[in-house]
């Protein structure tokens, strides 16, 4: 006993463009992974060529980390309701701090790396140290007036400008580079 055949029709013009329009994409879907992972340039965007600059900062943002976290913060931690003593001593903390990142950098960046491509990534990531000194001296200020406010940073494509400056300093293995993860003294990791 044989199975029932069935037979069918010519495909209409709907099936053969559904057909048609599902084959590229699935070919323009197979391109494109061919091409990520075949031919595409494997290099982070963030990533310099120039390794010996990367050790060189590195070193750098070592021997200034050591100082930051050197310096005295409050004990107490956070506190909600601080004195205008209180105010005053934490902008000092942050200050001293940032004048530290300010030297860092200008040591770091007394050398530039050696291609143009890699120059031009490093001075975008300093603009983007600049940015948050900026912001650091802006918070500053405003505890020196007693204004008790929240510490900002610019937005950059959508996140805090740290974020921007993790993405370089990560894909560069520079993680004392990092901006500290607290105002003062504290590192992250």
Known sequence: MSAPTTSRGPLTRAQVAVRVGLTVVVL???????YAFGFAEKQGVYVLDDEAWTERAEEICDRYEQ???????????YIENPTEEQMLQRADIVD?????????LAEVF???PASARDQEIA???????????GDRRAYTARLRAFELAPY?????DGGPVTNMLLDFTTANRMKRCAPPGELGGDSIG
């Open 28 to 34: 323009a879907i197979v391109a494109m992974w061919v």
């Open 67 to 77: 100082q930051r976290i050197a310096l005295a913060d409050t004990d107490e931690g």
């Open 96 to 104: 001293r701090a940032t004048d530290l990142l300010e030297a860092e």
């Open 110 to 112: 007394a050398v530039l």
């Open 123 to 133: 001075l975008e990531y300093r603009g983007y140290y600049e940015t948050l000194i």
């Open 152 to 156: 900002y940073e610019t937005v950059v």
